[in-house]
Every structure is written in structure tokens, then in C-alpha cells.
């Protein structure tokens, strides 16, 4: 993957795997890739959790997009990373009226060529409505504690 935008979410605060996820990052980078951090306004608990956390972890502020920025890149994004994010990256909430998160922008990662996410499980996020983007045949579904998870990509990365 030559581009790569990961989108964070609550389960990565959860597991406190900002650290892991930018070891990913720089991994990514380090066989050339370029990476950016896609930043959802309501990704978390509060506003600004997210740049919160991985400003902690010391990823550099110009490596944060906003929505509307990483929508145009995912277009032509090689993999997206959802690393414990659920309704903001939901295809549920632009295509199914009704439901708690309807009408919520989100991050199109079903745009991009591949998409792999780290979740700790398959269930609804808070919002309680069923993840469309699971069952998209570009995505992979890693189940489990998000640090363990991205050690382990971490290690198949530098291998």
C-alpha cells in the first residue's frame, strides 16, 4: 500500500493502542508508504479525543485530516485501517433513514481499494445500528484487543 489512511476510534483509546497504531504508521512509512490520520469531529468521547491521543503518541499534526480532506483522499486511497471505530465509518448512517446515526457524515473508507479493521467484535457500535461496511468484499475484519492486533501487524509490516 503506497497510500494509507487510518481512521482511530474509541476501542483504540479503549486499548490504549495510539503507540501501536503509530508504530504501524512508521512502519508503513519506512517501506515507503504515505499515512495519514483521518479525524472524525465526534470519533470518541469528546471532541478532539482522537488528536488528544496521538498527539500523545507524538504523530505530527500535519499527519491529521479532517472529514471532507480524508473522503477526497480515500479515493484513491490504497488501504484504509479503521482501528476501533464503528458509526463514524458506518455506511448505515448515508444510506439507511431512521436510524440513530442517519444523516451523520462519515469517513468513506469503503472508497478505498482495501480496508481492514481492527475492532475488538462484529457488534453495532454505540449507536446500536448493524456495520454495512463489514460485509463489503474489500474489507478484512481483524477481531480483538486493538494493541495486540496492531503488534502483530506492526511485526508482518517489518518482516
Known amino acids: 500500500a503506497a497510500r494509507v489512511i487510518i481512521v482511530p476510534g474509541y476501542g483504540m483509546a479503549l486499548a490504549q493502542a495510539q503507540f501501536q497504531t503509530v508504530q504501524l504508521a512508521n512502519a508503513l512509512e519506512a517501506r515507503g508508504a504515505e499515512v495519514w490520520f483521518a479525524i472524525h469531529p465526534v470519533a470518541g468521547r469528546m471532541p478532539g479525543h482522537m488528536n488528544v ?3 500523545e ?3 505530527s499534526y500535519d499527519k491529521l485530516i479532517e472529514l471532507d480532506d480524508a473522503n477526497r483522499r480515500l479515493e484513491d486511497a490504497d488501504l ?3 482501528i476501533g471505530a464503528c ?3 458506518n455506511p448505515a448512517a448515508v444510506r439507511i433513514e431512521g436510524t440513530p446515526i442517519s444523516g451523520m457524515p462519515i469517513v468513506n473508507v469503503e472508497d478505498a481499494r482495501r480496508v481492514i479493521v481492527c475492532n475488538l467484535d462484529a457488534r453495532p457500535g454505540y449507536s446500536g445500528v448493524e456495520n454495512l461496511l ?3 468484499p474489500n474489507a478484512v475484519l481483524l477481531f480483538g484487543d486493538a494493541a495486540r492486533t496492531l503488534a502483530r501487524l506492526v511485526e508482518g509490516v517489518k518482516a
Do not use: G, P
Open 53 to 55: 491521543l496521538l498527539a
Open 57 to 59: 503518541a507524538d504523530v
Open 80 to 82: 484504509a485501517l479503521v
Open 87 to 89: 458509526d463514524v465509518v
Open 134 to 136: 463489514y460485509a463489503r
